[in-house]
Every structure is written in structure tokens, then in C-alpha cells.
């Protein structure tokens, strides 16, 4: 299995809702990260976990809390999150040491519209 | 901080010619990578290429190959034979090895292959 799988692919929430994105993957990475991806922007980093704890932090605002319940599963919980916050919601794994800890492996988003 | 900068907002290349993707990037660090990422219209972010800053030898991966000069911090993706497939964003990308798990992104290239 070389694939990162994100649920669901599309979101639309109000602001006053509670939703979460999950991600999974069963590579054995140990390194995995949620980017933000505004329409033909680059990706901006949000969270990194290595080794299921959370050791990057983006400055992002609390109405987004990230989540690893283990090395597979990562998710990103959303609560009274604001219209400027739509846009697509990428995970990505890495083995988190060794020759491969520098590749990426992306999931295809999660289409996250808020209202 | 470092920062990678894509200067082509947008290019296009007929089917079957060759194109090149620029991208520069500003560091003082010695130890890292540099990539080149496709994320076609379906949107999943796809890894093109890899290099490694202390190799010296351009990397290459069939139609796809690089050129690296250090001194200069450039980093082109040359695509031979471009094919229809071959239309998406690329994006550039560069990883410290002394700080692990962050990458940085430019701006992105949005390429179109021309029938």
C-alpha cells in the first residue's frame, strides 16, 4: 500500500459546526503533516507529527486541532471555522528518518467549504 | 527562512517538444534537498523528481530531468517529449536535513501541453 487516503473528499460546514478530516496511511511512515492549499497556491504547512507527537505547530488558529491516534491515522478537527478558511486540506506522509525521510507522499485532499 | 521562488506563473509547450521549469532558491545551508512536485487538475500532489544537494551529477527519471547548479541555487525541470499528461502545476520544493520535516514551496509553474 503506497497511498495516503483522506476522507471525506468533500466538506461543506457551517460556522458554528464541529467536523474532522481524517488521513490514513499503512506505509510505516512516521512522520505526517497537514498542509492548507488555496486555489493555484502552494501548499502551507499546518502541522507536523513525528513520531505521533506534534512537533511543528504553523502558528494555526485553535479552531483547527490536530489529532495522531497512532502512526497511521492522523485527523484534523474543525470547529467555528470562518468562509476565508474553504479551501483544499492536504495530508502528507513521510518516513521520518532514513534515505526516504524526505519524500513526501500526498493524499488527495479534502474540499473543505465553510458557509 | 528559506525561500524558493518560481518566476513562470504560467507556461505552455506543444505536445512532444521540450520544455524548462525554473526555480531558485535562497539558503546558507550546505545540507539539503530540492524537488520538483506535479499536482494535475484531479489535484493529488505527485513527486517528478528529487536532488541532493551534496551530488553533484543531475538527477534524471525518464522524460524528466534536472539541472542543478549549487553555487547559483537554480534548480530547472527540463521535460522532454511533453505529453498531454504532462499539464498540471509544478512546484518546487526545498527540505533542510539539519531541520527535517519542513519543506518549503514556490509559488508554482502552471504548465500547459499543447495537442
Known amino acids: 500500500d503506497t497511498e495516503v487516503t483522506q476522507t471525506p473528499k468533500h466538506l461543506v460546514m457551517g460556522m458554528t459546526n464541529k467536523k474532522s478530516l481524517k488521513c490514513e496511511q499503512h506505509?510505516?511512515?512516521?512522520?505526517m503533516y497537514w498542509y492548507k492549499q488555496k486555489a493555484k497556491k502552494p501548499p502551507e504547512l499546518m502541522f507536523v507529527?513525528?513520531?505521533?507527537?506534534?512537533?511543528i505547530n504553523e502558528s494555526v488558529p485553535s479552531r483547527f486541532s490536530p489529532e495522531c491516534p497512532n502512526s497511521s491515522l492522523l485527523n484534523l478537527h474543525l470547529h467555528a471555522l470562518q468562509p476565508e478558511d474553504s479551501a483544499l486540506y492536504l495530508c502528507a506522509s513521510s518516513q521520518g528518518q532514513g534515505a526516504g525521510a524526505n519524500v513526501l507522499t500526498f493524499g488527495a485532499g479534502s474540499r473543505l467549504t465553510v458557509l | 527562512a528559506q525561500t524558493v521562488t518560481q518566476s513562470q506563473p504560467e507556461m505552455s509547450v506543444q505536445e512532444a517538444e521540450t520544455v524548462t521549469l525554473s526555480c531558485t532558491y535562497d539558503?546558507?545551508?550546505?545540507?539539503?534537498?530540492l524537488f520538483w512536485y506535479k499536482q494535475p487538475p484531479s489535484r493529488q500532489m505527485i513527486l517528478v523528481i528529487r536532488?541532493?544537494?551534496?551530488?553533484?551529477q543531475n538527477a534524471t527519471e525518464n522524460r524528466f530531468s534536472v539541472n542543478f547548479q549549487k553555487a547559483a541555487k537554480s534548480f530547472s525541470l527540463k521535460i522532454s517529449d511533453s505529453q498531454l499528461g504532462d499539464t498540471a502545476m509544478y512546484f518546487c520544493?526545498?527540505?533542510?536535513?539539519?531541520?527535517?520535516?519542513?519543506?518549503?514551496f514556490g509559488t508554482g509553474t502552471s504548465l500547459t501541453v499543447i495537442p
Open positions: 539558503t546558507s545551508e550546505n545540507n539539503y534537498y
Open positions: 536532488q541532493e544537494a551534496y551530488k553533484q
Open positions: 520544493a526545498f527540505m533542510n536535513r539539519n531541520t527535517g520535516n519542513q519543506f518549503y
Open positions: 506505509m510505516g511512515h512516521r512522520a
Open positions: 507529527y513525528s513520531y505521533e507527537k506534534l512537533s
